[in-house]
């Protein structure tokens, strides 16, 4: 198994930013957790920033990102949101209910956590909006298997920068869908079990009286056939994980 691939099955986990109390988490039956309704401001534009490597950036039609199924989701539920960030994508994207799908994003293929630190600062000042909600694609996507402990340091450092820009923002924190099964060999399923098992204290240790930061399980329940190739989404992964993203978003949007 190449480095390669162990650096691309880590590249989601979902930073999401809003203005909220500390939140509390449960989970529902489809594995995801859910936070309570925090306290928003009546008719503001929700702002979302996906952020991570190629499952955020996508590459259609060789395999999807979760960004288009997701923002056709949100408009079914009439949430006012707006994707941010410094990129967009060339890709065919059928128009829905009469709407040009919103493309702008912060996913760069083959980034680390390193590389996501290095330039978040630059990205965030050439933004005009500050988000709210950002989803960062699985802490250390890029990063693999290791040093867990710099991803960690890394993926505790971006969040510092997030909630610096906005102190009042809540985090959702990916665990990652796993790699093709004929990939899973026993050195990655240490390794990503291990991780499974750290961001939910990366959560845990980075939630302020202001910032609550959460988890959402892409883990469990999903199935080779979600993906196109060793890791990245068909149409039905970006799916499953556009609904996982809107349990945990529709509570807060509403």
């Known amino acids: 198994m190449s480095m390669i691939f162990f650096r691309k099955i880590f590249h989601l986990v979902t930073i999401v930013s809003l203005t909220s109390l500390v939140i509390a988490c449960s989970s529902d039956d489809n594995g995801t957790t859910n936070p309570t309704t925090p306290n928003m401001p009546n008719g503001s534009t929700i702002n979302i920033m996906p952020l991570g490597a190629s499952r955020v950036a996508g590459a259609r039609p060789l395999y999807e990102s979760y960004r288009y199924e997701l923002w056709k989701l949100l408009l079914d539920g009439n949430y006012n949101f707006d994707f941010i960030g410094t990129e967009t994508d060339s890709a065919d994207y059928p128009m829905y209910n009469g709407l040009s799908f919103d493309r702008n994003h912060e996913g760069r293929g083959g980034i680390s956590s390193g590389g996501i630190l290095a330039e978040l600062e630059i990205w965030l000042n050439d933004l005009t909006a500050v988000p709210d909600i950002v989803l960062f694609s699985s802490p250390g996507g890029n990063d693999g298997f290791t040093?867990?402990?710099q991803t960690v340091s890394n993926?505790?450092?971006?969040?510092?920068?997030?909630?610096?820009?906005?102190?009042?923002?809540?985090?959702?924190?990916?665990?990652?869908?796993?790699?093709?099964?004929?990939?899973?060999?026993?050195?990655f399923l240490a390794f990503y079990n291990m991780a499974l098992q750290r961001i939910?204290?990366?959560a845990t240790a980075k939630t302020t009286a202001t910032s609550s930061v959460l988890t959402v399980d892409m883990s469990t329940n999903f199935i080779d056939a979600?993906?196109?190739?060793?890791?990245?989404?068909?149409?039905?992964?970006?799916?499953?994980?556009?609904?996982?993203?809107l349990a945990v978003l529709a509570p807060i949007l509403q």
Not at 160 to 180: C, G, K, S, V
């Open 147 to 149: 040093d867990l402990e």
């Open 155 to 187: 993926v505790n450092a971006i969040i510092d920068i997030f909630q610096a820009r906005n102190p009042n923002l809540t985090i959702f924190l990916e665990l990652p869908a796993p790699a093709l099964s004929s990939e899973q060999t026993p050195e």
């Open 200 to 202: 939910p204290q990366i």
């Open 226 to 245: 979600y993906l196109a190739d060793d890791v990245h989404y068909s149409e039905a992964g970006a799916s499953f994980i556009a609904n996982r993203y």
